[in-house]
């Protein structure tokens, strides 16, 4: 929201469509417009609320997460996160409003007010997240940091303003000394609660070790029959049904099923020097050891005359460096289907030198351009 308002484009259609009114629809306060849609398509009806995935202008109060379902629709709050999201949004987005009218009391054009206030918007997050807690945290610790860090960092401009959005929205309690308040934290009694995911239900992440921070109050509120470990494999079997967990690939993934045509290939290979070694059927070679014979199978089939085999990984993923010198410790030298690293950092230089420039550029500043962030989090932001 706040960074869409640092092009002057956005800016002028946000004028035009409000004046500076910002309690006015507008394509800010609307999030996720084109998904939005796409999904009201695909269903065919409107199940958004709107041409958006998310709105910024809403009444959502503070109500417990574990009380609420797990989806509703689009004019209440569900325990999802995007769902539960919308309550912050909304707050912030009525704080980002008064600043706008501050400065069009001021005298400020609405484009000027708007590229001023976001300017103000983003330093302010900014010392936000040097005061945020660590861990485990709630609405109430960050409405808490919003306020301590805009008084300690900006002689409190906006702490009354900040106070009143979100003590109306029932995120902050009705009285609070903020230069006193403490963060909540997971509470007192909290423990580290771990269990292994073991069962169909759990589709793909089957067999991944969890590990999470369980409160005291949630403790608590378990059933005689329900132990902290049954509790988190609900929570998290909820979670990947409603697409909150995402697949990645950490290379710790649990040993595949081993079909005989690996072996075979394994050896036909002559790529390894122990090609029936365990290691290569186990994290964090396995996937490097598959993808190799897939390469060789291909060419080995007539498929392709030749092959080569490259990982492209950025530098500082430490666990994929690991993993890449432990491989090429049992590969042989000379091999059919050559095994090669090019870093993401160099696998987007070379597109810019071949003549992708702007695909280079934009694949820089969405992936290893951390400048932004280091600003926002240092303060200087312009």
């Not at 484009?9 to 309690?23: C, I, K, M, P, Y």
């Not at 306060?29 to 202008?57: F, H, M, P, Q, W």
Request: glycine share 8%; net charge negative; with cysteine.
């Amino acid at each position: 929201m706040l960074t869409s308002l640092k092009d002057e484009r956005v800016v002028a259609q946000v004028v035009e469509q409000t004046g500076g009114d910002l309690t006015r629809q507008n394509s800010v306060a609307a999030l996720g417009e084109e998904l939005g849609v796409a999904i009201n398509n695909s269903v065919g009806k409107n199940v958004t609320g709107g041409d958006y995935t998310r709105n910024a202008i809403n009444s959502f109060q503070w109500q417990d997460p574990a009380k609420l379902p797990s989806s509703a629709p689009p004019d209440k709050l569900a325990r999802q996160v995007h769902s539960f999201s919308r309550l912050w949004t909304g707050a912030f987005y009525e704080v980002f409003t008064g600043m706008v009218q501050d400065k069009l009391a001021q005298g400020l054009e609405p484009a000027a007010a708007l590229s001023a206030a976001a300017d103000e918007g983003l330093k302010m997050y900014g010392r936000m997240m040097k005061a945020a807690p660590e861990g485990d945290f709630t609405f109430k610790d960050m409405a808490n940091a919003l306020v301590k860090s805009e008084n300690e960092g900006n002689q409190g401009k906006y702490s009354a303003l900040i106070e009143n959005r979100f003590r109306q929205r029932g995120i902050l309690p009705e009285q609070a000394n903020f230069a006193e308040q403490d963060f909540e934290g997971p509470g007192p009694g909290t423990r580290l609660c771990s269990t292994r995911l073991e069962g169909p239900e759990f589709g793909m992440f089957q067999g991944a070790q969890v590990e999470s921070l369980l409160s005291g109050r949630e403790q608590a509120s378990l059933r005689a029959d329900e132990g902290p470990a049954l509790q988190l494999k609900q929570r998290m079997q909820e979670l990947i049904a409603e697409g909150e967990i995402k697949y990645t690939e950490p290379m710790h993934e649990q040993p595949a099923r081993l079909r005989p045509r690996y072996n075979e290939l394994s050896r036909l290979s002559t790529l390894f020097v122990d090609p029936d070694h365990p290691d290569l059927r186990a994290a964090p070679l396995q996937q490097l050891w598959r993808q190799h014979l897939l390469a060789f199978a291909m060419v080995h089939n007539g498929l392709y005359t030749t092959g080569r085999y490259i990982l492209i990984a950025p530098t500082l993923n430490r666990a994929v460096a690991q993993a890449v010198a432990q491989y090429r410790s049992h590969l042989l030298p000379g091999g059919v289907i050559p095994f090669d690293v090019i870093s993401y950092e160099s696998f987007i230089e070379a597109l810019g030198r071949s003549g992708a420039k702007d695909v280079a550029a934009l694949l820089h500043e969405r992936y290893l351009d951390f400048s932004p962030v280091d600003a926002l989090i240092d303060g200087t932001q312009s």
